[in-house]
Structures are given as structure tokens and as C-alpha cells.
């Protein structure tokens, strides 16, 4: 069981890696967005690093496969999902905090919105999981977004200095169940709708945990 | 309903403080195992720290019921729970490698059963839902247990120095999903299965959190 998941896994990588170059060339609508671009940092963890983390997380090909299956239904939803999302976000004070002007500490309505609209775009690359190079770049660069080293630059934001690493994690949780009606808006059977949330809570874990690694002391992460 | 949350938090908070004395003595048959004990250093975080963490994983007063329905179900499952569980970490070598002799290589057999007694009564432990100081100071312990600075030093394990960051939070899901079937043994009904369960989710992930404080650079936790 174990050998064939790792069997349809490589399969599903490979095949991940020949179509994402067509999919993923860098938004010019949406500021900041910049998946693929050649400019980006190289990620100090590397594909064999993300298959062992996989394995550690039981994300099998079945979970791409839910994953990709969950890209359709969502796609028109995205508006949707940001707006409980970020309805969440605006009451718990925890959370806001770091959309805060650094001075007033009152939200900054233009650093939420240049978010929310490269927040869109991730839902869908989640989605797609395509995973090479390019994708582990990109998630080095998300991550940092979130420390100190790049938070706030993208947009010129005038906002606290840091997300702090503990909620990085923890987002897994709102995030996945903000998520779940909505995959169960377009008719998939409740066995479906159970297996593309499953596999969203392990890609969405398996990113806070890449995005962590600017905040981990050297030769520990 | 988020106040009503709140309150009903704080009860079941303030409930479980006044017995915890009684429930959490070190238990001086399983070595190594600490909880409550007055020498363990003080957790660098507070308790409100833990309140913004759980408001942050949707933690609410439902979760501490559905742990504390788990745990007569769980009690006398937890040796079968944990042959599964190592059944997992054996057959994965990313994680049996933190277990390894490190000059050998080989998996310290001592090293996994003086941990599996710990394991069984984190698993209880994890049940009771009991938040308070003496519970973040455990949990500020366990983490430093799994960091370089003190992993093999409680068993005199000749093992590898650290378990590497990456996989702690990581493990949250094979420990829940491992864990679902043994929530349903016992004739609870579909739902508090499931309520069960996503708050084992939700209780491992926070745990986790917590457990990584030792790896994250100064100010950025």
C-alpha cells in the first residue's frame, strides 16, 4: 500500500512538472504575485526535503488527485471564501493586529486588500498542487512575506514588522474549515467533499510548515 | 457566539483548574515523565499567549468537552493505538531516524519504549483538556525534549541530536488520523466521532505549536 502511494505519488509529481510551466507564469494584474518568476530566492529545502515532510504528513497521490478535484468547485467561490475569511480575520484581534498600520493600530485597508487578491491566486495554486522547483521558491518567498526579513515590502505596507510564527501553523485550522462548505456547494458526494478537506488540511499544513523556515534557528529546521 | 464561546471557555477552564491537582501528579512508574512537577522551568509563554493560539485555531469550549468525552474512550486503547503509531514511524525512515542509535544507525529499542510509556499518558493527558501553567510549563518541557538543547537527556538515549522542526507539526496529522478509528470503537455516533476528532486536530496542532517555541529565533515565536 505504502510503496504504491509512493508509486502514484511520483507519478502525480511527474506529471505535476510537465504541465505547471504552462500554468503558473506570474499574474501582471495582481501586484506582488510572483509564483514562477526567475528572480525569486532559491528555497533552502529541496524536493527530496518536501517528500520526506509528505510522507511525515501521509500526503499521498490521492490527495493531489482531491486536491485538483477541489480547483474546479472552488474556482468561481474564491470572493466568497475570502469574504468569511477575512471576516474571520477582522474579528480576532490576534489576527488583525497584523494588518495594522504600525502607528494607529487601526487595519490597513490597502495592505488587506493587496493580499486578498493574491490570496485568491493561492487558493488556486493549492489547488493545482503542483510541486517542483519553481513551487518550493515560491513558497520560500510566501514565507518571507510573513517574518521580518520581507514583511510589509511587496506593498510598501506600514504595518507591525512580523506575523508571528505561532499562528502560521495554526491558520491551518480556520483556513481548511472556512473552506469546507464551499466544497460542498457543487454536488460532490459527502465522501468527496471529506477527502478534497483532508487534503487541504495537509497541503495547507505542509505550506505554514515550508513558510516557517525563516523563523527557525540555523540547521534546526 | 464567539462571547458565548468565550464564557463558556473560561468555565470549563476555570472547572478544570480545580481538579487538575488531583488528576496530574507525576506518575513515578513511568520514568521521565514530569507533568507537574514543580522543577521543570516556566513556559516563556502565558496564558493569555495560549487564549490569542486557541482563538486562532477556532479552540473553543466545545473542543475541551469533545477531548474530555475521548478520553474514557481512548484509556484503555492506548497500548493498540500505540503499535499503530509506531507500526507508522517504523516504516517511515524520516522518522524512525530520530530514533536511530547515531552511530549505529540502527533504532534504539530502549530509547522508543521508554518514550512509548510517556506517549501513552500524553494520549490521557491530551483527553483531560486541562489548560493551565503547570500544563504550558509540560509543554514548554516536551518541546525542549525534542530541540537539541535537551532531546536524549531524560532516557540517556545515545540518539540522533535533535528532532528537526519540520516534522513536528507536521505529525499532527498521522497521530489524528491514527487516532480516528479508536474514537469510533467504542459506540459513540458519527458526529461526536467527528467533533472528537477535529478536536484531537486542533489540540495536537496547538501542542505542536507550543513544542516548536525552542526552535523559533528570539522575539519571532
Redesign the interface.
Known amino acids: 500500500m505504502?510503496l504504491r502511494d509512493n508509486f502514484l505519488l511520483a507519478v502525480a509529481l511527474t506529471a505535476a512538472s510537465a504541465v505547471s510551466y504552462a500554468q503558473q507564469r506570474p499574474d501582471p494584474a495582481v501586484p506582488g504575485y510572483a509564483y514562477g518568476e526567475r528572480k525569486l530566492a532559491k528555497a533552502p529545502y529541496t524536493m527530496a526535503?518536501l517528500k520526506?515532510?509528505q510522507?511525515?504528513?501521509?500526503?499521498t497521490a490521492e490527495d493531489v488527485e482531491a486536491l485538483r478535484q477541489s480547483k474546479e468547485i472552488l474556482a468561481d467561490q474564491t470572493d466568497a471564501i475570502l469574504d468569511v475569511w477575512y471576516g474571520f480575520v477582522a474579528?480576532?484581534p490576534?489576527?488583525v493586529y497584523f494588518f495594522s498600520n504600525a502607528k494607529s493600530g487601526e487595519p490597513d485597508g490597502a495592505y488587506l486588500e493587496a493580499v486578498r487578491k493574491r490570496f485568491a491566486l493561492w487558493i488556486l495554486d493549492t489547488a493545482d498542487a503542483n510541486y517542483d522547483q519553481r513551487w518550493l521558491d515560491w513558497q520560500y518567498e510566501i514565507g518571507l512575506r510573513h517574518?521580518?526579513l520581507k514583511k510589509n515590502k511587496t506593498d510598501g505596507a506600514p504595518s507591525v514588522a512580523?506575523v508571528?510564527?505561532?499562528?502560521i501553523?495554526?491558520?491551518?485550522?480556520?483556513v481548511t474549515?472556512t473552506l469546507k462548505p464551499f466544497l460542498a456547494k457543487k454536488g460532490a458526494s459527502p465522501a468527496d467533499v471529506e477527502k478534497m478537506h483532508a487534503a487541504w488540511?495537509?497541503s495547507v499544513?505542509?505550506q505554514?510548515?515550508?513558510w516557517?523556515q525563516p523563523?527557525?534557528?540555523d540547521g534546526?529546521?
Open positions: 505504502k526535503d520526506g515532510l510522507a511525515s504528513l501521509l500526503f474579528s480576532t490576534e489576527l517574518n521580518r512580523q508571528n510564527f505561532r499562528y501553523p495554526a491558520l491551518t485550522i480556520p474549515t488540511v495537509k499544513l505542509m505554514s510548515i515550508l516557517s523563523y527557525i534557528k534546526e529546521f
